[in-house]
């Protein structure tokens, strides 16, 4: 009896802090990523926050291919399928090439699969995660790493050369680049943007921000949009750097800024959304959502469509910012929507991929991604 | 029911339960009403996630001073509940001959032995639950505070997200610290310790002299053998999370570890065996086998 009765003491201890534990740390457990997407000739491609990549027909939700095909099962006692592996955590919205999709992994990666088949075409290893998305101009990628390194490839279908890598910054780079004729410019978390050559990555000009840049920039004709945690967008002039204007507000701004016909769309973490003059600065319009705004908004007709984290699905009037709640998902929205003609697709850190009519407020998804079973 | 037997009501308890029936409705009508994570994000991981901040931002902008100081903090206001614990587990050491004694005499009469159990508590002015009391009070302030170290080193997107949304916003010098200083020694602060030795070593050896120094010694060979157990198997067990952990919170288990190594010291030195004096009619030798065979017959005797 007394060594019953201790075996189930000793067994309920390890079961209570296995649990406890399991729901504490950090890595793996609840590093998953997020659901991000984007639409290339009217095929969605999306990694799930489960690390499974699709490929999806935007138009009606069906599914062009899946990977990897066996899917690897949840829970505390995780069976590993044969085959490859998913994904490990995605946060950047994947970018093509003529004939690729590339999304990189915080397991320091950046994985090619081949548009028309879902098959894994190559991989490439970075010093550090790469946490963001990537910039494409040809067959050259442009991405930042956790390790500060920004690096320059060469792609083409059979794999990728590094052109260069430089280590531009103290400490992570989690935002995409972005690309003039000769500088590609990206900001960092050491409160940094730094504009480096192209050709061969030598530091050109770097800006103190004065806080993290955690979030992607923006080029906006010759200034870029820098937003950051010191809760503030900053325009910066390409060529030098210098201090065109700053604005303002309550939070942080982590979302790509948005440039659409002489007007600068931003959102803040207190979930609102910005529409600024992109040459003083000057707010034209804020407009209050629920919950907080991780992502820029999309571009849909005469809307923008920009995604909470309380799952709030929104569209905005361009021209009055006058929001309508589209539909109100059960997952957060945290990865910048996608737009093909009315449809907007959307992911969410369940998981899940909904498509919505941009014509209808409150109605249900066109489709969703896995469909829903009754 | 006569007078004479009805039970009766002590105002003052009566009070005391009212009164913390009162709160527990409150938090639950709370947590329905404006939901229990919102509770648990503004009652427990806010505050402590923005103190921690706070310590950084003005004492060197190193997060193991931060954690040290806020820990030593917090320490300091559980030190009563902790040396209540603590006199709670000795005097109760003080009386495990009598209970069992009474277990012996009364071990076949539920009732009786409960009544009895009862009243040596009272004399020896013992809460056999008060001696968890300091564990329950930590408990949440320790989740909330494994949760602020994941949220404060944000080494992904998810994390400095959750950040983000716990930030006081009055906090002014917080936008210029994100992201904290993750490197101590030869460690990123936000993973686990790369040499899966060391880290893992000094939070199983010190939580095992925490233990063993707070552990009093039983004469119940079945609590004596529960006590040994758990001993070895906490330690090893959180070694082995540490291989898991972000190191920064391994860095404050073996902090939180030491003091309180150091702080067991200082109550020792503080609650001498003098102070904890109980009456001679509960800490009496247990009675022998004869001798309750021998009162047995004498009540046997005055019943006749």
Same mark, same amino acid.
């Given at each position: 009896?007394?060594?019953?009765?201790?075996?189930?003491?000793?067994?309920?201890?390890?079961?209570?802090?296995?649990?406890?534990?399991?729901?504490?740390?950090?890595?793996?457990?609840?590093?998953?990523?997020?659901?991000?997407?984007?639409?290339?000739?009217?095929?969605?491609?999306?990694?799930?926050?489960?690390?499974?990549? +699709?490929?999806?027909?935007?138009?009606?939700?069906?599914?062009?291919?899946?990977?990897?095909?066996?899917?690897?099962?949840?829970?505390?006692?995780?069976?590993? /399928?044969?085959?490859?592996? /998913?994904?490990?955590?995605?946060?950047?919205?994947?970018?093509?090439?003529?004939?690729?999709?590339?999304?990189?992994?915080?397991?320091?990666?950046?994985?090619?699969?081949?548009?028309?088949?879902?098959?894994?075409?190559?991989?490439?290893?970075?010093?550090?995660?790469?946490?963001?998305?990537?910039?494409?101009?040809?067959?050259?990628?442009?991405?930042?790493?956790? #390790?500060?390194?920004?690096?320059?490839?060469?792609?083409?279908?059979?794999?990728?050369?590094?052109?260069?890598?430089?280590?531009?910054?103290?400490?992570?780079?989690?935002?995409?680049?972005?690309?003039?004729?000769?500088?590609?410019?990206?900001?960092?978390?050491?409160?940094?943007?730094?504009?480096?050559?192209?050709?061969?990555?030598?530091?050109?000009?770097?800006?103190?921000?004065?806080?993290? +840049?955690?979030?992607?920039?923006?080029?906006?004709?010759?200034?870029?949009?820098?937003?950051?945690?010191?809760?503030?967008?900053?325009?910066?002039?390409?060529?030098?750097?210098?201090?065109?204007?700053?604005?303002?507000?309550?939070?942080?701004?982590?979302?790509?800024?948005?440039?659409? *016909?002489?007007?600068?769309?931003?959102?803040?973490?207190?979930?609102?959304?910005?529409?600024? #003059?992109?040459?003083?600065?000057?707010?034209?319009?804020?407009?209050?959502?629920?919950?907080?705004?991780?992502?820029? /908004?999309?571009?849909?007709?005469?809307?923008?469509?920009?995604?909470?984290?309380?799952?709030?699905?929104?569209?905005?009037?361009?021209?009055?910012?006058?929001?309508?709640?589209?539909?109100?998902?059960?997952?957060?929205?945290?990865?910048?929507?996608?737009?093909?003609?009315?449809?907007?697709?959307? *992911?969410?850190?369940?998981?899940?991929?909904?498509?919505?009519?941009?014509? +209808?407020?409150?109605?249900?998804?066109?489709?969703?991604?896995?469909?829903?079973?009754? | 029911?006569?007078?004479?037997?009805?039970?009766?009501?002590?105002?003052?308890?009566?009070?005391?339960? &009212?009164?913390?029936?009162?709160?527990?409705?409150?938090?639950?009508? &709370?947590?329905?009403?404006?939901?229990?994570?919102?509770?648990?994000?503004?009652?427990?991981?806010?505050?402590?996630?923005?103190?921690?901040?706070?310590?950084?931002?003005?004492?060197?902008?190193?997060?193991?001073?931060?954690?040290?100081?806020?820990?030593?903090?917090?320490?300091?206001?559980?030190?009563?509940?902790?040396?209540?614990?603590?006199?709670?587990?000795?005097?109760?050491?003080?009386?495990?001959?009598?209970?069992?004694?009474?277990?012996?005499?009364?071990?076949?009469?539920?009732?009786?032995?409960?009544?009895?159990?009862?009243?040596?508590?009272?004399?020896?002015?013992?809460?056999?639950?008060?001696?968890? &009391?300091?564990?329950?009070?930590?408990?949440?302030?320790?989740?909330?505070?494994?949760?602020?170290?994941?949220?404060?080193?944000?080494?992904?997107?998810?994390?400095?997200?959750?950040?983000?949304?716990?930030?006081?916003?009055?906090?002014?010098?917080?936008?210029?610290?994100?992201?904290?200083?993750?490197?101590?020694?030869?460690?990123?602060?936000?993973?686990?310790?790369?040499?899966?030795?060391?880290?893992?070593?000094?939070?199983?050896?010190?939580?095992?002299?925490?233990?063993?120094?707070?552990?009093?010694?039983?004469?119940?060979?079945?609590?004596?053998?529960?006590?040994?157990?758990?001993?070895?198997?906490?330690?090893?067990?959180?070694?082995?999370?540490?291989?898991?952990?972000?190191?920064?919170?391994?860095?404050?288990?073996?902090?939180?570890?030491?003091?309180?190594?150091?702080?067991?010291?200082?109550?020792?030195?503080?609650?001498?065996?003098?102070?904890?004096?109980?009456?001679?009619?509960?800490?009496?030798?247990?009675?022998?086998?004869?001798?309750?065979?021998?009162?047995?017959?004498?009540?046997?005797?005055?019943?006749?």
């Amino acid at each position: 009896m007394k060594v019953k009765q201790r075996l189930g003491f000793v067994l309920i201890l390890v079961v209570s802090l296995g649990l406890l534990v399991s729901g504490c740390v950090s890595r793996g457990v609840s590093n998953p990523g997020w659901t991000v997407l984007a639409i290339n000739q009217d095929i969605a491609y999306a990694v799930l926050n489960t690390g499974k990549v +699709v490929a999806l027909d935007a138009a009606s939700g069906s599914e062009k291919w899946v990977y990897p095909i066996a899917q690897a099962s949840g829970g505390l006692f995780r069976r590993q /399928p044969a085959g490859d592996p /998913p994904l490990n955590a995605v946060y950047g919205v994947p970018v093509f090439t003529d004939e690729l999709v590339l999304a990189g992994t915080y397991d320091n990666k950046v994985v090619a699969f081949v548009q028309a088949t879902g098959l894994k075409a190559w991989e490439y290893v970075a010093q550090g995660s790469v946490m963001g998305g990537m910039v494409v101009d040809g067959e050259q990628v442009y991405l930042g790493g956790s #390790d500060g390194r920004v690096y320059a490839l060469k792609t083409s279908a059979a794999g990728a050369e590094l052109l260069w890598s430089t280590q531009a910054a103290k400490h992570a780079i989690w935002g995409v680049p972005v690309l003039t004729d000769d500088l590609v410019i990206v900001g960092s978390l050491d409160h940094y943007v730094y504009a480096l050559k192209r050709a061969d990555g030598e530091l050109v000009w770097d800006h103190d921000m004065g806080a993290a +840049v955690a979030g992607d920039i923006t080029l906006a004709d010759d200034l870029v949009l820098v937003g950051g945690v010191a809760n503030k967008l900053t325009a910066l002039e390409i060529a030098s750097g210098d201090v065109v204007w700053e604005s303002q507000f309550k939070q942080w701004v982590w979302g790509e800024a948005f440039l659409d *016909g002489g007007v600068v769309y931003v959102s803040s973490l207190d979930g609102q959304l910005h529409a600024l #003059d992109p040459r003083t600065g000057e707010t034209k319009w804020d407009t209050v959502l629920q919950g907080a705004a991780r992502s820029g /908004p999309a571009l849909a007709g005469d809307y923008l469509v920009i995604g909470t984290a309380e799952g709030n699905i929104y569209r905005v009037e361009k021209a009055t910012g006058k929001a309508e709640l589209l539909y109100k998902s059960a997952g957060r929205i945290l990865s910048r929507p996608a737009v093909s003609g009315n449809r907007v697709l959307v *992911g969410t850190d369940s998981g899940q991929i909904l498509a919505l009519d941009t014509t +209808v407020v409150g109605g249900a998804p066109v489709w969703q991604y896995p469909a829903v079973t009754k | 029911m006569t007078p004479a037997t009805r039970p009766s009501i002590n105002p003052k308890q009566l009070r005391k339960t &009212l009164l913390i029936w009162a709160i527990v409705a409150v938090v639950v009508i &709370l947590g329905f009403q404006v939901g229990w994570s919102t509770i648990w994000r503004e009652v427990f991981i806010r505050p402590v996630l923005n103190a921690l901040l706070f310590l950084y931002a003005h004492l060197g902008r190193s997060f193991v001073v931060a954690i040290t100081v806020f820990t030593l903090f917090l320490r300091l206001i559980t030190l009563p509940f902790q040396i209540q614990q603590l006199t709670t587990t000795r005097r109760m050491a003080a009386i495990q001959p009598r209970l069992k004694e009474l277990q012996e005499r009364y071990g076949g009469d539920r009732q009786r032995m409960a009544m009895e159990q009862q009243k040596l508590y009272r004399e020896a002015k013992v809460n056999p639950l008060s001696g968890c &009391l300091p564990t329950f009070i930590q408990f949440p302030i320790w989740i909330a505070l494994v949760q602020a170290i994941n949220a404060m080193l944000a080494d992904t997107p998810i994390e400095l997200m959750s950040l983000g949304m716990s930030v006081y916003r009055n906090l002014g010098v917080i936008p210029s610290i994100i992201p904290i200083q993750n490197r101590f020694l030869w460690l990123n602060l936000a993973l686990p310790d790369p040499s899966p030795v060391v880290l893992p070593i000094l939070v199983g050896g010190t939580m095992w002299l925490q233990q063993r120094l707070m552990t009093p010694p039983s004469t119940d060979a079945q609590t004596a053998s529960m006590n040994q157990t758990m001993q070895i198997m906490m330690p090893l067990m959180f070694g082995y999370f540490t291989t898991q952990f972000s190191s920064g919170m391994a860095i404050y288990f073996i902090i939180s570890n030491i003091i309180g190594i150091g702080m067991q010291f200082a109550i020792d030195r503080i609650i001498k065996p003098a102070d904890l004096k109980l009456p001679e009619t509960v800490t009496a030798p247990p009675a022998t086998r004869e001798v309750i065979h021998e009162r047995k017959k004498q009540r046997r005797k005055a019943k006749r």
